[in-house]
């Protein structure tokens, strides 16, 4: 079993400020709470376009506090009981990086962008949210900066600050579940290798899994949206690429054993979940797959890519049949 890899605090003023302000956080809460319930029906992998919702939902023009907004992508939702919320990155052209942004709907299908919450002096995409116990945490990915980093809301959903800092082998795309009364984190490389870490408490530190990498490959391994659990295992969404195009699909994979020596997964009959439609907003592929079950519905955040005005990158809103 490999040793834990111990939080890295960014050497910055600020950061240290943050680092130090862990400590009046309960670690309890964050330990032993399940995130994402347990959900059995209906199935989440017939996913087709929300019935009276125009796709896509919000494009590269509804961001309205930036002039030079090129395209959105990677969206994860959160419902708060009366409130939907969408996080998702904006990729601004003229500094060349990510920044999140929020977005909100009262319905799940008609979206009105709201603002940027979170910028820094790296690229910023795929920002992950969960809850434990009203307190709102992000892992967005912040490749650039060399960590994994866990954002706290101050102020759901503003306030966003860094409360722990990692050093782990893959950077792209971390994602997290809580199963089994362990936190799990899948995360890749450039190289498409795909690691697999645990943790009692997220914010203290990761061990890495013995059988990590468990998956390498462009179609089988960086993450393409919320892992979750359904009818007792944990689904692994991931984007599948080619060596010509990036974001062409979907796929889904259920972990069928897992322990702290153990990993099996197998693919989703169902897989790929998404693919491109060959014309409009998601003509080329699309490549994030982001589920949330409210009222007895699944509400699916996915991006795609596609033709004209939809390029590169918007973002839909389906449902499964």
Same mark, same amino acid.
């Given at each position: 079993?490999?040793?834990?890899?111990?939080?890295?605090? *960014?050497?910055?003023?600020?950061?240290?400020?943050?680092? $130090?302000?862990?400590?009046?956080?309960?670690?309890?809460?964050?330990?032993?709470?399940?995130?994402?319930?347990?959900?059995?029906?209906?199935?989440?992998?017939?996913?087709?376009?929300?019935?009276?919702?125009?796709?896509?939902? #919000?494009?590269?023009?509804?961001?309205? +506090?930036?002039?030079?907004?090129?395209?959105?992508?990677?969206?994860?939702?959160?419902?708060?009981?009366?409130?939907?919320?969408?996080?998702?990155?904006?990729?601004?052209?003229?500094? +060349?990086?990510?920044?999140?942004?929020?977005?909100?709907? #009262?319905?799940?299908?008609?979206?009105?962008?709201?603002?940027?919450? *979170?910028?820094?002096?790296w690229h910023l995409s795929y920002p992950q949210i969960f809850s434990?116990?009203?307190?709102?945490?992000?892992?967005?990915?912040?490749?650039?900066?060399? =960590?994994?980093?866990?954002?706290?809301?101050?102020?759901?959903?503003?306030?966003?600050?860094?409360?722990?800092?990692?050093?782990?082998?893959?950077? #792209? +795309?971390?994602?997290?579940?809580?199963?089994?009364?362990?936190?799990?984190?899948?995360?890749?490389?450039?190289?498409?290798? @795909?690691?697999?870490?645990?943790?009692?408490?997220? #914010?203290?530190?990761?061990?890495?899994?013995?059988?990590?990498?468990?998956?390498?490959?462009?179609?089988?391994?960086? $993450?393409?949206?919320?892992?979750?659990?359904w009818q007792g295992d944990i689904i692994r969404i991931a984007q599948?690429?080619?060596?010509?195009?990036?974001?062409?699909?979907?796929?889904?994979?259920?972990?069928?054993?897992?322990?702290?020596?153990?990993?099996?997964?197998?693919?989703?009959?169902?897989?790929? *979940? *998404?693919?491109?439609?060959?014309?409009?907003?998601?003509?080329?592929?699309?490549?994030?797959? +982001?589920?949330?079950?409210?009222?007895?519905?699944? @509400?699916?955040?996915?991006?795609?890519?596609?033709?004209?005005?939809?390029?590169?990158? =918007?973002?839909?809103?389906?449902?499964?049949?």
């Amino acid at each position: 079993m490999k040793k834990i890899v111990r939080p890295v605090f *960014l050497l910055t003023t600020v950061l240290l400020l943050h680092a $130090c302000a862990i400590e009046p956080y309960n670690h309890e809460d964050i330990r032993s709470v399940k995130v994402i319930p347990d959900w059995n029906l209906p199935s989440p992998f017939h996913p087709v376009p929300a019935v009276d919702t125009l796709n896509p939902v #919000l494009t590269a023009r509804d961001i309205i +506090d930036v002039p030079d907004a090129q395209f959105v992508a990677d969206p994860f939702l959160y419902f708060d009981g009366n409130t939907w919320h969408m996080f998702f990155e904006i990729f601004r052209s003229g500094i +060349d990086r990510g920044v999140i942004g929020h977005a909100t709907s #009262l319905d799940g299908t008609r979206w009105t962008y709201d603002r940027i919450v *979170l910028t820094a002096t790296w690229h910023l995409s795929y920002p992950q949210i969960f809850s434990v116990k009203g307190n709102f945490y992000m892992i967005p990915e912040a490749r650039r900066s060399g =960590s994994v980093i866990i954002y706290k809301a101050r102020n759901f959903p503003y306030g966003w600050e860094p409360v722990a800092t990692f050093q782990l082998k893959g950077l #792209l +795309d971390p994602s997290v579940v809580y199963y089994h009364g362990l936190w799990w984190m899948f995360v890749s490389d450039s190289q498409f290798n @795909l690691y697999l870490y645990y943790a009692d408490d997220p #914010l203290a530190g990761w061990t890495e899994h013995p059988m990590s990498p468990i998956r390498s490959g462009r179609a089988l391994s960086r $993450c393409g949206g919320r892992s979750f659990v359904w009818q007792g295992d944990i689904i692994r969404i991931a984007q599948e690429s080619t060596e010509t195009a990036y974001g062409v699909s979907v796929r889904a994979f259920r972990i069928n054993h897992l322990s702290k020596t153990s990993y099996e997964e197998y693919e989703q009959k169902e897989s790929p *979940l *998404l693919r491109g439609s060959g014309a409009g907003w998601n003509a080329g592929g699309m490549h994030h797959y +982001d589920p949330w079950l409210a009222d007895g519905r699944w @509400l699916i955040a996915v991006d795609g890519w596609g033709e004209g005005v939809f390029a590169p990158w =918007s973002i839909g809103i389906f449902t499964s049949q």
